[in-house]
Nanobody, 124 residues
Framework: QVQLVESGGGLVQTGGSLRLSCAAS????????MAWFRQAPGMERDFVAA??????RYADFVKGRFTISRDNAKSTMYLQMNNLTPDDTGVYYC???????????????????WGQGTQVTVSS
């Protein structure tokens, strides 16, 4: 199973930006559906964004502030987060699943592989 390692979290003020990275142990990520989820304290783990060769999906709350991308040759996925608010605070996880069909997966139950998470804290 692919191993995933997130990085790039930290403390930022409201309105600031962060870029998260997720490095995968696979030789290439081209055959994977990959996603970002986040979990605030005491809350469920929520879908943020997903990327696949067939397209990209975002959660409604992203509202054009976040951009997901990936470099298949580097086996790395990114999440550029702009105009952050305190509501964006939480642990951000990346996830991956092999997907050969035209299918962008957005449910956490679809993903068997997870990283350890990276903390994002947005101060007011």
């Amino acid at each position: 199973q692919v191993q995933l390692v997130e990085s790039g979290g930290g403390l930022v003020q409201t309105g600031g930006s962060l870029r998260l990275s997720c490095a995968a142990s696979a030789r290439t990520t081209i055959g994977y559906s990959m996603a970002w989820f986040r979990q605030a304290p005491g809350m469920e783990r929520d879908f943020v964004a997903a990327i696949h060769w067939s397209g990209i999906r975002y959660a409604d709350f992203v509202k054009g502030r976040f951009t997901i991308s990936r470099d298949n040759a580097k086996s790395t996925m990114y999440l550029q987060m702009n105009n952050l608010t305190p509501d964006d605070t939480g642990v951000y996880y990346c996830a991956a699943v092999v997907e050969s069909r035209r299918n962008i997966r957005t449910k956490k139950s679809d993903y068997p592989a997870w990283g350890q998470g990276t903390q994002v804290t947005v101060s007011s």
